[in-house]
């Protein structure tokens, strides 16, 4: 079958369909809660879950971050507050963005807050010396997640291009970023996929057809954080 797709196209007359240009936006993650820690320290920073844990404890005793027992999403208000004031004065009115979030677990026990840093004007840079090597890294990990989570959505220019050739139809897609907002603090893996300037009806010249097989792969194996994610999805426990 996908021979004969190629032996259709390939001799075909190829033109641009259809040019779409819309802009897109990628919200902020909420705060973290004990479970998301878990996952994200395992993740970036390669901690177990009883790692992250006991350093965790260390930071909440010398009062640098809220209890890292919780279900919570909420942010007090004082918090709120806090973090206006240093997102404006660090990175401007257009990087802040107030945001409350809810949690969507019914068993929740929302006694307590989302784990957040006590005080967001204590950046990482000026704690880095009062902290041990992990739990510097963990404190960088929750500051950065709370301080996006209150601030603007980062902005895209998504385009799609359809693409005629004979009775066949192709589609190219691309976005660049045009506006960083909470990536500025918490960046995260996306790349500028750029498509060439078109018009609509413009000829196109073949370059090369590519039939190629993929396979899906069953489920890899749990790891710490995917077995807490599968876990809290499950309302398995806390």
């Known amino acids: 079958d996908a021979q004969r797709v190629v032996d259709a196209v390939s001799p075909a007359t190829w033109k641009v369909a259809n040019v779409e240009r819309t802009a897109s936006h990628r919200m902020p993650h909420a705060p973290f809660t ?11 920073l390669r901690f ?4 992250t844990m006991m350093f965790a404890q260390g930071l909440y005793e010398a009062g640098f971050i809220t209890y890292m027992r919780t279900d919570s999403v909420n942010l007090s208000e ?3 507050v806090q973090a206006a004031a240093h997102i404006t004065g660090a990175y401007g009115d257009r990087y802040h963005k107030r945001r409350k979030f809810k949690t ?8 307590h807050e ?3 840093p006590t005080d ?4 990482p840079e000026a704690l880095e010396s009062s902290l041990t090597p992990q ?9 950065r997640r709370f301080t996006a989570s209150q601030m603007t959505e980062a902005a895209f220019d998504a385009t799609a291009i359809d693409i005629e050739a004979g009775e066949y139809g192709f589609r190219a897609t691309g976005s660049v970023l045009t506006f960083d907002g909470f990536l500025k603090v918490y960046p995260s893996k996306f790349e500028d996929n750029e498509l060439p300037p078109v018009t609509q009806g413009q ?3 073949l370059h090369e057809v590519k039939p190629e097989q993929h396979f899906t792969k069953p489920p890899a194996r749990y790891n710490e954080a995917s077995l807490i994610k599968i876990l809290e999805k499950a309302g398995i426990g806390r």
Not at 120 to 123: E, G, L, S, V
């Open 114 to 116: 989302a784990i957040r």
């Open 78 to 80: 004082q918090s709120l």
């Open 135 to 143: 739990q510097a890294k963990l404190y960088d990990l929750i500051w």
């Open 120 to 123: 967001p004007a204590r950046t």
């Open 104 to 111: 969507k677990s019914k068993s929740a026990q929302e006694a």
């Open 48 to 51: 177990s879950s009883k790692q």
């Open 203 to 205: 000829a196109l010249a």
């Open 34 to 44: 004990t479970s998301t820690l878990q996952q994200e320290s395992a993740r970036r």
